[in-house]
């Protein structure tokens, strides 16, 4: 490793998470020299456009394509909750997070589950200490607000990462509300049955898309579901690097449910020759685990968009594989 590049990057990025120790900070550092002059050019624009705009209820053309480059930093939070509509469903019910939190007793099997989970959120991350109680409390609002889901593994990492950039815990019961609800409605229900539908979808895209990839991925005889659950459960949380995750999230809340089938497919396209390279099912799960989700492909986050939005994908196309998914289940 050359030590100069390693010298420039604290081995903490700036969310608070520790980088691994086979992390490359030389590609790291090829890929920020750009970027950053990136970021410095995006925000100025967001500076310019959300003087002109405040509102960003409605995502036009312009506002999309701004999305898509990237939201900076310090306007997720509130760009976020606007173009999500989860602002607006938060001044339709201002007092719901606050009377949620005031609903005690909490049931106990509840408030165990969670319990137990916070010390598994994020032990990487070195201010999540500190922030432990603050996402108990939007994950136990949010249970005793949605009977039907209550509390689900997979919605901590979605719930703990909305509140490291927002650190608001009201804006994250929203937005959290607004991603179980609208985006993947039933993926954390206790029969799961909107994920499994999705998962189905996914593999009959890799098919149409990458049929080779999916032949050998079924010789080798490692499920969809064991490499892609994470993927839609977590929306990529805790699965790739946080700021991939974060430009992801910005076309999620902008686009819908969509992205998320975008995402998982640009990770097929983008490292079929390696999946097709693995001669044994343990070396292929072993790449989706593992080397895939922190190689320079997932690292560098603005190449990974781009290559998301390269892809062919109509929602058509989507709405028509769950009809016949679900069809298939039934």
């Given at each position: 490793m050359d030590a100069t590049a390693s010298s420039k990057f604290s081995d903490v990025d700036e969310y608070g998470f520790k980088r691994g120790d086979h992390f490359d900070y030389n590609?790291?550092?090829?890929?920020?020299?750009?970027?950053?002059?990136?970021?410095?050019?995006?925000r100025m624009k967001w500076e310019a456009i959300l003087q002109q705009n405040t509102d960003l209820t409605q995502v036009d053309a312009k506002l999309k394509r701004y999305i898509r480059k990237g939201i900076p930093g310090p306007y997720r939070p509130d760009v976020w909750m606007k173009i999500s509509g989860a602002a607006a469903a938060q001044r339709r019910s201002p007092d719901?997070?606050?009377?949620?939190?005031?609903?005690?007793?909490?049931?106990?099997e509840i408030s165990d589950s969670i319990s137990i989970d916070l010390p598994r959120t994020f032990p990487d991350n070195i201010h999540f200490d500190m922030k432990k109680q603050r996402l108990y409390n939007i994950l136990i609002a949010y249970a005793h607000h949605n009977r039907d889901v209550g509390y689900c593994q997979?919605?901590?990492?979605?719930?703990?990462?909305?509140?490291i950039v927002t650190d608001d815990e009201e804006k994250s019961f929203w937005l959290l509300k607004h991603i179980v609800e609208n985006i993947v409605p039933q993926y954390h229900s206790?029969?799961?049955?909107?994920?499994?539908?999705?998962?189905?979808v996914f593999r009959e895209l890799v098919?149409?898309?990458?049929p080779a990839v999916n032949r050998h991925v079924d010789n080798l005889g490692l499920p969809y579901p064991v490499i892609a659950s994470k993927w839609f459960i977590c929306i990529f949380a805790e699965v790739l690097p946080v700021e991939t995750v974060l430009r992801i999230w910005d076309c999620v809340f902008a686009e819908g449910y969509k992205i998320v089938f975008r995402a998982a497919l640009t990770m097929f396209v983008t490292h079929k020759n390696a999946i097709l390279g693995c001669d044994d099912i343990a070396a292929l799960a072993n790449l989706f685990r593992d080397t895939m989700i922190q190689d320079n492909i997932v690292t560098d986050c603005h190449g990974f968009v781009?290559?998301?939005?390269?892809?062919?994908?109509k929602r058509s196309e989507l709405e028509s594989l769950r009809k016949v998914a679900v069809l298939n289940t039934a």
């Open positions: 590609n790291y550092s090829k890929f920020m020299d750009g970027y950053l002059k990136t970021l410095t050019r995006r719901l997070f606050r009377n949620l939190l005031r609903t005690e007793p909490f049931d106990k997979g919605l901590n990492y979605i719930a703990g990462l909305l509140l206790h029969n799961m049955a909107n994920l499994l539908r999705d998962l189905a098919i149409r898309r990458i781009e290559a998301m939005f390269s892809l062919r994908l």
